[in-house]
C-alpha cells in the first residue's frame, strides 16, 4: 500500500472515524482541471471538455487518430495526481479538495458523460467483502460516486460456489454486499454469473456425488431459477453462462459440459428465460465471453447461439469481457466489426469488464499509459457507435485491487486508477470517447495501431 495511504487510513483509524461513506462530491466543489497547481501536470489533461460544455446531442463518429497537435505527455510516466497529506483532513478524506490538488472523484464524470450520451450506464465491478475495499474509505468514495459509476457487478459474491455452497442450501450474503451498494447509491446492478467452469459449487465436482444428466439438470435448472428470482427486483441483468466457448468456436472444458453435455448451454437460458418470465421483469440474459471482441471463430459461434435461442424465442444477449493488453489486436475496428454483427442480430450488448493490462512491468516506451489509453479509448468508442451496445464495466478501477496480479504473473496495472488513487491517462481517454471525441492523452497512436486480426500484437501470446 502506497504510504500516502497508509497515512490517510492510519489517521483516519486513531481518530476513531467512523467508516462511512459520505455522500458524493458535487461537480461545483471539485477542483477544476484548469486550477491544477505547480508541479502537477497541465495540458493534455487541461484538454478535457468540463460536464458542463457536454452537448445533449448523439454520440460523434470517433476519429481513430488522436490528434497531432496533442502530443504524448512523457510516454512512460504517469501523472502524478496524489493529494498531499497535509491536504487530507481525517473526518473527510480527499474532502478538502481544492485548488492544490485533483480529487480522485472529481469530473471528469463517467457515468454522466455516458449517459449523457445514449448509454444507459458506465459502471464496475467490485469485490467486497474480503478484498480491503470495504474498509478503504477513498475506494468506498469513488464507487459510491455515482457520477462515475452508476453502474456495479459483484465480482465475485454472486458466483455459484457463494450462492448455493452446499447443494440446496442458497446464500445472499455475499451478492448481498453489492446489492446494498447499488440501491443504496442508485446504481444499475449487473449480476455475474450462474453457470461457469469455474468457482462453482464444491458439490459439482466433489467425488460424493455422483452426476448424471439426468440428476444434474433438476439441479442447474433450480440453481438458475431459485437465484434469478430472489433477485428479481434488483438484477439489471444476469451472465446466464459465462465462458462457455473455446477459441476455435467448440464447447470449453467445464464441469456442466462433462455430465450434461453441449446443451447446458442453451438449457440455461431456456430456464433462466422461464424464471424471467415468471417474475414478469425485464432483467437481460446475458451470454459473457472474453475473446470475442474480434471477428473469429469464437465470435461466430456466440452468433450461432444468439441465433439458436432466438430460433426458440429465447432471450439473449452478449457480454463482450473486454480483458485486454496494452498491445494487443481488438482494434477499434475489430470491435465495430463484432458490434455491427451483433447489432444485425438485434441484441443486447455491453463491454461487461474492460481492462488493459501491461503484459511487462513497469510500464515502458512501447507499453506505455498513452497506449493503454488508447485500447481503452478504441473499445469504449466502438460501443458508443452501436445503439444496442448498452454500456461499459470495467473489472474494478483501481490497481490495487485489479484481479490481474494475482491470475497472469508479472502483468497488471490494468485499471483506470493508480494504487495511489491518481488517474491515469485512460481515465481521461474514457471520458473522450463517452463524449465521441478524439483522443488527446493517448500520444502519437500510430505506433500502437494493429491491423492484423489474425495476429497476437502481445510478445506473451496472451491476447485475451
Ligand atoms: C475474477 C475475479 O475478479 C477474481 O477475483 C477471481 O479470483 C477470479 O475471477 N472473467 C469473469 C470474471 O467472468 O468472473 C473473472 O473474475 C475475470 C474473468
Known amino acids: 500500500m502506497p504510504s500516502i495511504t497508509a497515512s490517510i487510513l492510519t489517521l483516519l483509524v486513531s481518530s476513531s472515524v467512523v467508516l462511512a461513506v459520505p455522500a458524493p462530491v458535487a461537480s461545483s466543489s471539485a477542483a477544476p482541471v484548469s486550477q491544477i497547481s505547480d508541479g ?3 495540458a493534455p489533461y487541461s484538454t478535457v471538455v468540463p460536464v458542463s460544455q457536454i452537448s445533449d446531442g448523439q454520440p460523434q463518429a470517433p476519429t481513430a487518430q488522436a490528434s497531432s497537435s ?3 505527455q512523457g510516454s512512460s510516466s504517469a501523472p502524478a495526481l496524489a493529494t ?3 491536504t487530507v483532513s481525517a473526518s473527510s478524506p480527499y474532502s478538502a479538495c481544492g485548488s492544490d490538488c485533483i480529487c480522485p472523484y472529481a469530473a471528469p464524470y463517467l457515468h454522466d458523460l455516458a449517459t449523457a450520451n445514449g448509454k444507459l450506464y458506465f459502471g464496475t465491478a467490485t469485490d467486497q467483502p474480503g478484498t480491503g475495499e470495504d474498509t478503504d474509505i477513498i475506494y468506498q468514495k469513488i464507487l459510491n460516486n455515482t457520477h462515475i459509476f452508476g453502474q456495479v457487478t459483484p465480482a465475485n459474491g454472486m458466483k455459484g460456489m457463494n450462492t448455493e455452497p452446499e447443494l440446496g442450501v442458497f446464500n445472499y450474503t455475499m451478492g448481498d454486499v453489492v446489492v446494498n451498494i447499488a440501491q443504496d447509491h442508485n446504481k444499475i446492478l449487473r449480476c455475474h454469473n450462474l453457470i461457469w467452469s469455474t468457482q462453482q459449487p464444491e458439490w459439482l465436482t466433489s467425488e ?4 448424471t444428466r439426468e440428476t444434474l439438470l433438476p439441479v442447474m435448472e433450480n440453481h438458475i431459477k431459485t437465484i434469478i428470482t430472489h433477485w428479481a427486483d434488483v438484477c439489471h441483468a444476469w451472465d446466464v453462462v459465462n465462458e462457455a466457448f ?3 468456436g467448440s464447447s470449453s472444458a467445464s464441469p456442466w459440459l462433462d455430465i450434461i453435455g453441449p446443451d447446458y448451454l442453451p438449457l440455461a437460458f431456456q430456464y433462466a428465460h422461464e424464471a424471467v418470465q415468471a417474475t414478469g421483469k425485464d432483467i437481460d440474459l446475458y451470454y459473457n465471453d472474453y475473446g470475442i471482441e ?3 471463430n469464437k465470435t461466430n459461434a456466440v452468433y450461432q447461439l444468439v441465433r439458436d435461442l432466438q430460433a426458440q424465442g429465447i432471450q439473449i444477449a452478449v457480454g463482450l469481457e473486454a480483458h485486454f493488453t496494452v498491445l494487443d489486436p481488438n482494434t477499434y475496428a475489430n470491435q465495430a466489426a463484432v458490434m455491427s454483427g451483433l447489432q ?3 441484441v443486447t450488448f455491453a463491454l461487461t469488464e474492460l481492462d488493459v493490462r501491461f503484459p511487462t512491468l513497469p510500464p515502458n516506451a512501447t507499453y506505455s499509459y498513452e497506449a493503454q489509453a488508447y485500447r481503452y479509448w478504441e473499445s469504449v468508442s466502438a460501443c458508443m457507435q452501436y445503439s444496442k451496445c448498452e454500456g461499459i464495466t470495467v473489472w474494478d478501477f483501481e490497481d490495487k485491487y485489479s484481479w490481474i496480479p494475482e491470475t497472469f504473473e508479472g502483468q497488471g496495472e490494468a485499471d483506470l486508477y493508480n494504487s495511489d488513487y491518481s488517474r491515469k491517462p485512460a481515465y481521461y481517454a474514457v471520458a473522450e470517447a463517452l ?5 488527446t492523452v493517448c500520444g502519437d497512436v500510430s505506433q500502437y495501431q494493429t491491423t492484423d486480426s489474425d495476429t497476437c500484437a502481445d510478445p506473451s501470446g496472451n491476447c485475451n
Open 294 to 296: 474480434s471477428p473469429g
Open 344 to 346: 444485425d442480430l438485434g
Open 70 to 72: 496533442t502530443p504524448a
Open 84 to 86: 498531499p497529506a497535509s
Open 208 to 211: 460424493n456425488y455422483t452426476w
Open 246 to 248: 473455446a477459441s476455435n
Open 435 to 439: 463524449q465521441g471525441q478524439a483522443c
Open 40 to 42: 502537477q501536470p497541465q
